[in-house]
């Protein structure tokens, strides 16, 4: 199975700064990477597949890059909307695996 | 507009079974792969299980292997999870999802398993 470690598994920040968070997969994976928004009580949210393919209707102050193993989600200016947990995920091949989260909390 | 509604859990004592249910709608259900992907309380996501749009090729987490059954109805636009020999640690909101690169969830379903 592929592992996806995801770092940090949270951070603090505050609105308008940008943000930052990495997720390596332990073997090479293309650009089969997706990255989610959750929030509380409810089900992930796509942001962004192909490592870097902005979905249909999220703002673009969203954005991802990397391929291979090393992958990056980047939230330009942060929101107070956006604070929530993000994760990766590959699906490069089953069993598609998950990054551990990482929760973006208030400062 | 892509809609999947599960139904079916609930609270169950180890050791038994429960069926989910994901009812399809807004897009061509036969035509597509289906997942089940699972959350314990304040855990990560979890996937459990694949069809494939025929339902000829199907896929289990080790976790749940031999346990749980995956199908699909597609003339009812259905897709079912048969959990059998629950554990607590199955215990968990479980998501249908369809799709891989514009993945559409559902609202989850709770299974807890607890005596």
């Known amino acids: 199975d592929i592992q996806m470690t995801q770092s940090p598994s949270s951070l603090s920040a505050s609105v308008g700064d940008r943000v930052t968070i990495t997720c390596r997969a332990s073997?090479?994976?293309?650009?089969?990477l997706a990255w989610f928004q959750q929030k509380p009580g409810k089900a992930p949210k796509s942001l962004i597949y192909?490592?870097?393919s902005l979905q249909s209707g999220v703002p673009s102050k969203f954005s991802g890059s990397g391929s291979g193993t090393d992958f990056t989600l980047t939230i330009s200016s942060l929101q107070p909307e956006d604070f929530a947990t993000y994760y990766c995920?590959?699906?490069?091949?089953?069993?598609?695996?998950f990054g551990q989260g990482t929760k973006v909390e208030i400062k | 507009e892509v809609q999947l509604v599960e139904s079916g859990g609930g609270l169950v004592q180890p050791g038994g079974s429960l069926r989910l249910s994901c009812a399809a709608s807004?897009?061509?259900?036969?035509?597509?792969?289906m997942n089940w992907v699972r959350q314990a309380p304040g855990k990560g996501l979890e996937w459990v299980s694949y069809?494939?749009?025929?339902?000829?090729?199907?896929y289990y987490a080790d976790s749940v292997k031999g346990r749980f059954t995956i199908s699909r109805d597609n003339a009812k636009n259905s897709l079912y999870l048969q959990m059998n020999s629950l554990r607590a640690e199955d215990t968990a909101v479980y998501y249908c999802?369809?799709?891989?690169?514009?993945?559409?969830w559902g609202q989850g379903t709770l299974v807890t398993v607890s005596s």
């Open positions: 995920q590959q699906y490069n091949s089953y069993p598609w695996t």
């Open positions: 807004g897009f061509t259900f036969s035509s597509y792969e």
């Open positions: 073997q090479g994976i293309s650009n089969y």
């Open positions: 192909a490592a870097s």
């Open positions: 999802v369809v799709g891989e690169e514009t993945p559409y």
């Open positions: 069809i494939s749009s025929s339902g000829s090729t199907i």
